[in-house]
């Protein structure tokens, strides 16, 4: 009688299998728990590349359009930025103190004197000029530098607005070493965004803007430029984000980019791997003032209408409404009876404006501009400033708890000059309050405005709602849910009517430093 035996591999047999589903085959034939040998199933894998991307095609091609820009200056001398926010101090003594075969005189020798000093280029030392390329009276001083890119082939280039706004002589360094004189040919502050044109028979190898609608967050980029002013150096990254805000004006919506940016760097683009031009390196986020990975550039979208006016007009012209507005959140939605916090609320219409003449009124939430929804104070900003002057647009408001619509012809945007010469100055407030009443639900006591137009705030309770929105003593509210207010009286009168339409919370208008802003306070207290 034959008898059957079953199988099963020694330890050795299964520590000899190489494959993990063979190893869990022989194990289940071992009788080891399912459990147990379920745990050596194949994990999930992702085909790696055969190689990380090489930017060197991109590089060579358009290594040679990017270019540095050296500005000078007859008002003062060199500033921080020209020495790229570096001081020297050697121990107590100055530069001219050091021996003359230190390895300082000799780096300065060839690369630039300490804190502004003599720049010397590839070809030996560059003399200071005059107005008319002489020294003497009038030379010019060294005062920023930056980076910049060629956009045609006779030599007008984009950089920075804070690169050159201060210059009144500005010299471009190719990637081979060779410097030419370049005009300004125009500027505009509220994009940070400059033209230059060098006057040349050659012809420049140049870039063009990428559509940067396509462009995704962890793209490859890689950025060009002249950081501390060493010259065409080359740095990559990815798009870490789209959209940031950075405070600079409202025109904000930066591509963010971790390649390595510095000082130096601004003005200069940012590629993708196609060597388009999808940002124009601008700002950078930076405790240290250096590089942490943090880098913001102008959208190439942004860009290319700005520079087209610049090179046919010399600036650029915008679309004005002329109102101040500050975003919509939950508790201003609430107060308002919105049924989502977006649009842009009303502060103030300037006098004369576009807005003010079609009717708008503080305390209006803007929801649309011709049918397309507004979410907030910047969408608003870019799309009017994107509109001609002189074209006429519908502008769909909530006011009074309903919607309305206004038609209106858009205004010129007025420039810096004009902005500055337009503001005006409010009456003082009164240090020494007449009569104070308690407002005790809102956590405030007020007292009439000595020039009669709304309440100071004389008290606020740390404990309170008011404070922890941030109303302070000596700040006045001047309306209560778009109603002017003159008393503490008008203000419950205000408040009891919201309660009775069902509002938990009302809209405060404040003023304080010749601004306005609005606060929704809670009324359902007490």
Do not use: C
């Not at 040998?37 to 999930?44: C, G, K, L, R």
């Not at 065409?232 to 963010?256: E, F, K, N």
């Not at 649309?368 to 400033?385: N, Q, S, T, Y």
């Not at 009891?496 to 010749?514: E, H, P, T």
Request: hydrophobic residues 35%; proline residues 6%.
């Amino acid at each position: 009688m034959t008898t059957t035996r079953s199988f099963r591999p020694s330890l050795k047999t299964v520590l000899k299998t190489s494959s993990v589903a063979g190893l869990a085959a022989v194990m289940l034939s071992t009788g080891i728990p399912a459990a147990i040998t379920n745990s050596f199933a194949e994990p999930v894998r992702i085909t790696a590349p055969q190689q990380v991307p090489s930017f060197a095609n991109v590089v060579d091609a358009v290594s040679p359009a990017v270019v540095s820009v050296r500005v000078q200056s007859r008002a003062n001398p060199v500033s921080e930025d020209a020495s790229n926010g570096f001081s020297f101090d050697f121990g107590g003594r100055g530069f001219d103190d050091l021996p003359e075969d230190h390895p300082l005189k000799r780096l300065f020798r060839e690369f630039g004197g300490p804190n502004g000093g003599p720049q010397h280029g590839p070809n030996g030392p560059r003399a200071e000029r005059g107005p008319h390329g002489k020294g003497g009276e009038g030379r010019l001083r060294p005062t920023s530098q930056g980076s910049g890119f060629f956009i045609t082939e006779d030599g007008y280039l984009v950089t920075n607005n804070h690169v050159v706004s201060d210059g009144s002589a500005f010299t471009v360094v190719l990637n081979d070493g060779t410097e030419l004189d370049a005009k300004l040919v125009g500027k505009d502050s509220r994009t940070d965004l400059a033209v230059l044109k060098v006057d040349d028979k050659r012809k420049f190898t140049y870039v063009s803007f990428a559509d940067d609608s396509k462009v995704r967050v962890g793209d490859w980029v890689v950025a060009v430029g002249n950081p501390f002013g060493l010259g065409g150096t080359v740095t990559s990254g990815i798009v870490s984000a789209r959209g940031r805000d950075i405070g600079s004006g409202p025109y904000d919506d930066y591509l963010q980019v971790d390649a390595a940016v510095n000082r130096g760097n601004s003005g200069g683009p940012t590629f993708n791997l196609e060597g388009q031009v999808v940002g124009i390196n601008t700002a950078i986020f930076s405790p240290s003032g250096g590089n942490v990975g943090i880098a913001f550039a102008i959208p190439a979208s942004v860009a290319k209408d700005v520079v087209e006016d610049l090179m046919k007009d010399g600036s650029v012209s915008r679309g004005w409404l002329g109102v101040q507005i500050q975003p919509v959140n939950k508790d201003i939605a609430d107060s308002l009876g919105l049924a989502e916090a977006s649009g842009a609320l009303v502060v103030e219409p300037q006098p004369g404006s576009p807005g003010e003449k079609a009717g708008i009124k503080k305390g209006d939430v803007v929801t649309a501009v011709d049918g397309d929804p507004i979410k907030g104070p910047r969408e608003l900003a870019r799309k009017i400033g994107a509109m001609k002057p002189g074209s006429s647009v519908d502008v769909s408001l909530w006011r009074d708890g309903k919607s309305q619509s206004v038609k209106l012809v858009i205004g010129t945007l007025p420039d810096d000059k004009q902005e500055a010469a337009a503001e005006t100055t409010q009456p003082d407030e009164p240090s020494q309050p007449a009569s104070e009443k308690a407002l005790a639900d809102l956590g405030v006591t007020v007292a009439p405005s000595e020039d009669g137009q709304g309440v100071t705030i004389s008290q606020v309770d740390p404990d309170s709602d008011a404070s922890d929105r941030g109303l302070k003593q000596g700040e006045k509210i001047v309306s209560v849910n778009n109603q002017e207010v003159k008393s503490a009286d008008d203000i419950l009168k205000v408040i009891s009517q919201a309660k009775k339409d069902g509002r938990s919370k009302a809209l405060f208008q404040i003023q304080a430093d010749n601004a306005s802003r609005f606060i929704a306070l809670p009324i359902d207290q007490g």
